[in-house]
Each structure stands twice: as structure tokens, then as C-alpha cells.
């Protein structure tokens, strides 16, 4: 069974910060691409940001320059670090990844969402 869990949501003014993680458990042989997306009321889905197991990132225009993507190999974890912040960003944000349950065997997933509430 593998999950991923994500933290850190919560309400900050505008101009604020706020660092959301995401930590996959479960049995796990490799994690390949892991990303942030969210999902406002009456949008679609939309991608943040990702990285791949080595480290590049990609990054939506609306987020360039205000959130950093990265994540940690050893704890399984990625975090969205989030500067800058503005009410249009109020969002549900979801983690996912592509892991590797054993050689022959991938999961790709999505967490159960954290609220990220950015008042004006």
C-alpha cells in the first residue's frame, strides 16, 4: 500500500509564506516524477510545479519566481516552498507522484489535498 500525505495548508494574509510537504510511505522501490497542483472552486486541476528524481523542475507562469519545488530522496518527501503569496492562489493543493512499488510495478497517485487560503 503507498500513500502520500500532504501537510502545511492553512490561512495567511497576502505577501505571506507558507511551505507545504508531501511524504510518500508505503512500500517503495523508487519514486520517479513528484508534482504540486491545485484546484480552485469551478477550475480545473492546473500543475504548480514538478521535479524529476535528478532534480529539474518546471514551473507554471503564474508561480515562476514566487514558489520553489524540491524534494528529499531519503525521507521520500517533496515541498513547495510558496513566497509571495496573493488571494488568486487560494487553492486546494494536491501532491502526486510516479513510484516504483518493485522493478516491474509503478503507483501513480494523488494525496487527499491541503488547503492553502490566502486573504487580501
Known amino acids: 500500500q503507498v500513500q502520500l500525505v500532504e501537510s502545511g495548508g492553512g490561512l495567511v494574509q497576502a505577501g505571506g509564506s507558507l511551505r507545504l510537504s508531501c511524504a510518500a510511505s508505503?512500500?517503495?522501490?523508487?519514486?520517479?516524477?513528484m508534482g504540486w497542483y491545485r484546484q480552485s472552486p469551478g477550475k480545473q486541476r492546473e500543475l504548480v510545479a514538478d521535479?524529476?528524481?535528478?532534480?529539474?523542475?518546471n514551473y507554471a507562469d503564474s508561480v515562476k519566481g514566487r514558489f520553489t519545488i524540491s524534494r528529499d530522496n531519503n525521507k521520500n518527501t517533496v515541498y513547495l516552498q510558496m513566497n509571495s503569496l496573493k488571494p488568486e492562489d487560494t487553492a486546494v493543493y494536491y501532491c502526486?507522484?510516479?513510484?516504483?512499488?518493485?522493478?516491474?510495478?509503478?503507483?501513480?497517485?494523488w494525496g487527499q489535498g491541503t488547503q492553502v487560503t490566502v486573504s487580501s
Open positions: 502526486n507522484a510516479e513510484i516504483w512499488i518493485d522493478r516491474d510495478s509503478s503507483w501513480y497517485g
Open positions: 508505503g512500500s517503495i522501490f523508487s519514486i520517479n516524477d
Open positions: 521535479i524529476t528524481s535528478g532534480g529539474s523542475t
